[in-house]
C-alpha cells in the first residue's frame, strides 16, 4: 500500500495549488470533496471515486463505531466524503473523511468511523485530512492513514 499512500501525497500537494482559491475561500466539504474525488478519479481510472455514496451493495451502509471518546458503539447509518471501491462488490480500497481547520469539531467521530470501514467492510486503507481553510495559507494540517 506504501505506493498508493505516496501516489495520493503527491495527488494531495497538487489538489492544495489547484484549489488554493477554494481552500483560502473556505468553501464547503463537500465542494472539497468533489473537487478531490475528480483528481483521485484521475489517479484510479480502473475503481469508481464516489462522494457521499451511502451503498453497500443494494442497503444502506451502516457500520458500529462511538461518535464520543466515552460514548457507546452504535449501528449508524454512513455517508463518507469519499469512497474509492468497485460499485456492487465488496472490492473496497481507500475511505476519505475529510475536515476544515474552520470546523473545530474533534476528529474522533471520523477516525472511529474510518477504522470501522476498514475492520466492518473490508477498506484496504482509510485516510483522514483536515485542510488549512479560511487563510492565505492554505495546505493540509492534519494527514492520517488508518
Not at 470501514?117 to 494540517?141: A, D, M, P
Request: hydrophobic letters at 35%; glycine letters at 4%; one cysteine or more.
Amino acid at each position: 500500500m506504501e505506493p498508493i499512500r505516496e501516489d495520493i501525497g503527491e495527488l494531495l500537494q497538487e489538489y492544495i495549488q489547484k484549489e488554493k482559491q477554494l481552500l483560502a475561500n473556505d468553501a464547503n466539504e463537500q465542494t472539497l470533496s468533489h473537487q478531490l474525488a475528480v483528481m483521485l478519479g484521475s489517479l484510479f481510472r480502473d475503481w469508481d471515486v464516489d462522494c457521499e455514496y451511502n451503498r453497500n451493495r443494494r442497503v444502506i451502509k451502516r457500520l458500529i463505531y462511538a461518535i464520543e471518546p466515552n460514548g457507546d458503539a452504535e449501528e449508524r447509518n454512513v455517508v463518507p466524503d469519499i469512497i474509492i471501491h468497485r460499485r456492487m462488490t465488496s472490492d473496497n480500497l481507500i475511505a476519505v473523511e475529510i475536515k476544515k481547520t474552520t470546523n473545530n469539531r474533534s476528529s474522533f467521530k471520523d477516525l472511529e468511523k474510518l477504522r470501522a470501514f476498514k475492520e466492518q467492510l473490508g477498506y484496504r486503507e482509510s485516510l483522514f485530512i483536515r485542510f488549512k481553510t479560511g487563510q492565505e495559507e492554505v495546505g493540509i494540517e492534519e494527514l492520517q492513514w488508518i
